[in-house]
């Protein structure tokens, strides 16, 4: 067999993620698992059959995510690991994240199929909730395994019933013995889709991913006077709606200044009281701020400051900014994005460099290892929905590309 | 007496608003006193025992206006009529509605008081629920007076407790035998604290209202697309609030292109999903136009048309505009405007027109007989609201001038 020639089987990750989105499939054609619930646990369950069928070793550690070992010819070399999460949104999709495990159990598949030997162990790994919907933080799985935050912090989560997370990993059998952290890797790759719309607007097949982009949130309240909309002249008005809007339009300026990976969003947005005869006397909305550049993200900072702090002074109205969240830019390790482009390179397939706007448990595997993407085009760029939809052809690439960047990780 | 220099008693004035603001007094010192509740029963009959003691004749309409005739020498003549209403808002104020029947009644205890007989009858009126809080239409009863709509419409109201409108009449008392509307008038007026920062804003007493403003409003819909605002760039956006903030602020800069009166308010709006990460896929909110001159809010009308329509067309998404409602401005008749100037000088206060922007009686009166308004000022321009506030020697000025104003033309 010639390895550089090597492929995965298309059909049979194909059918893997049809089957494991019959576990809580919805009427709409999404799929509803949340994390640590019965329907994670079958999905777990099934996914681990899967790897026993493949011969592999399992490990659960203290926070429930799972590693799934294929041995190396050399037992001392920390494992190359491939994986991502199966919990999903309560109206997701069949792809996000189960995308990323199946693709690496089809790598190991293929190997098996193949009876190729790697020198470092191969991994297939999954994270204990990463959409964070029924438990906050969200990534936490990885979050405990970097040390983002603590093991206690983790199992001290509810659920709106209540539930805690301990007690619901032991409840579904995943609160396992392997302290979080205490388990070397080699390399960490993850497939996924896109959740964007860049690939599939360029016509690419893969995304070969540098790094995620960095994020700062505010919420703004800007304060003014309500007032009858009628007896009030224009020159009297202390009218919040107004003034926030000129913020608003203002943070998407800022991030077209600084293209192509400056983002600005307004999602969120209050008026107070809300009435249609009534001047809003207050407004608050939220400001989302991405960059792939640190220093450009600190000069986007920098400017909504400035232009709230002047818009205040301008209106003078009494405007609040604060910064309630902030993640500074994940580069991607550069012999992981590196690893990703030749494999993409030596298939054939066409690509770009596509920055992550989204979070993944990648980011936080970054801090502990190599780390590296790799993205495939989905439908409209819709993900956390059921509509969610990605070609085959294209997650067959995308599994390929995974295989040849973990043989290059795990044979040097 | 020499006429020219009768004064009504600005104490008793002050006392008589004091003692029907003690019935559904709140704690923070306003007024709840909903239409025809047990409250409202309680203050039409203290108006009522009032109106007695000085000797009025009371007459009560189908829907529950109440007139009550100082007769004059000539029985012949229509009465000359000043009146307002004594519902409230849920956190009502004390002098909304109120003061425009305890002036009047203040003229007519001073006419007695001075044994001053007029040729037309004098009558203070109280039209059934203005505010329209618990039964829908507001203005109700002079609306049912002017034919605005139908008496069964008006009976068929119900509150939130599925209450009707003419049970509830019936129930307190107050379903009288006049047919609405059969009750001439040689004249209207309405004394009233301004709802706006106008006179206060200028330091002047009186408010001269040449007109109630016209109002035209719309419900406007922006449809883009909901996506994460992290993975989708900005040119690949289709951001629905960018978008509506633009037609925000153009209503607003549309009133300032029609001063003094252009007035232009986003009271409401509505963001889906309303999500910190997500772009806005949609934007409900309303506008407010407003002017005193027809013709120049029909150009208001046309421009936030065309605006919409090339916003539209620029941005490439559906944006609908609907206008659900629409009022002409309504000018009073120059007869009561002279006659509230003319009193206002023969008084010496301090004047100013003031159009209203806000609705009252006066604009359905206005369609069966010569109307006009008076405006005193009010704290802050505050109303609706339990700390709405005005001084005792501007409602004692305000009196005056309707006493003047009405023995114009009830004497001519």
Chains 1, 2 share one sequence.
């Not at 999460?85 to 990323?100: E, M, V």
């Not at 550069?334 to 596509?354: F, I, K, N, W």
């Not at 936080?364 to 993407?373: D, I, L």
């Not at 993205?375 to 760029?381: E, L, M, N, Q, R």
Request: proline content about 6%; aromatic content about 6%.
């Amino acid at each position: 067999m010639d390895i550089a020639n090597l492929k995965i089987d298309g059909a049979r990750l194909w059918q893997a993620l049809m089957d494991l989105a019959q576990i809580g499939a919805t009427e709409k054609g999404g799929v509803k698992r949340l994390a640590l619930s019965d329907l994670d646990k079958q999905g777990r369950d099934l996914v681990l059959a899967w790897g026993r069928a493949e011969g592999l070793q399992i490990s659960i550690d203290q926070i429930g995510n799972v590693f799934m070992r294929r041995p190396g010819r050399n037992p001392d070399l920390p494992p190359v690991v491939a994986g991502s999460h199966i919990d999903t949104q309560p109206t997701g999709g069949k792809f996000d994240g189960n995308y990323g495990v199946l693709a690496a159990l089809e790598v190991v598949r293929t190997l098996n199929q193949h009876g190729i030997e790697t020198e470092a162990p191969i991994e297939v790994a999954f994270w204990t909730n990463e959409e964070g919907s029924r438990f906050v933080p969200v990534m936490m799985g990885s979050g405990v395994f970097c040390g983002a935050f603590s093991l206690q912090h983790a199992y001290d989560a509810k659920d709106v019933a209540g539930l805690r997370v301990e007690d619901e990993l032991r409840r579904i059998g995943y609160l396992g013995d392997e302290i979080p952290g205490q388990h070397p890797m080699r390399a960490y790759f993850e497939a996924h889709i896109e959740q964007g719309p860049v690939l599939e607007d360029a016509d690419k097949v893969i995304g070969v991913v540098p790094a995620v982009m960095g994020l700062s949130w505010y919420d703004c309240v800007v304060q003014g006077m309500e007032a009858h909309a009628g007896p009030t002249p224009m020159h009297l008005r202390r009218d919040a709606l107004q003034i926030a809007t000129r913020i608003m339009q203002e943070t998407v300026a800022i991030a077209n200044r600084y293209p192509p990976y400056g983002r600005g969003t307004v999602g969120y947005v209050q008026v107070f009281p809300n009435s249609r005869n009534v001047i809003p006397g207050q407004v608050k909305f939220s400001i989302d701020l991405r960059n792939v550049n640190e220093e450009l993200l600190d000069k986007m900072h920098q400017e909504i400051t400035s232009f709230v702090a002047a818009t205040a002074a301008d209106s003078g109205l009494s405007i609040s900014l604060e910064r309630v969240s902030y993640y500074p830019p994940c580069p991607f390790h550069p012999e992981c994005v590196d690893a990703v482009r030749q494999a993409t390179a030596q298939l054939g397939y066409s690509t770009m460099d596509v920055v992550s706007g989204a979070g993944h448990d990648a980011i936080y595997a970054a801090r502990v290892a190599p780390a590296g993407m790799i993205f495939v085009p989905c439908k409209d760029g819709i993900s956390h929905n059921e509509i969610e939809d990605a070609q085959a052809a294209h997650l067959e690439a995308g599994a390929n590309v995974l295989l040849h960047a973990m043989l290059r990780m795990a044979v040097s």
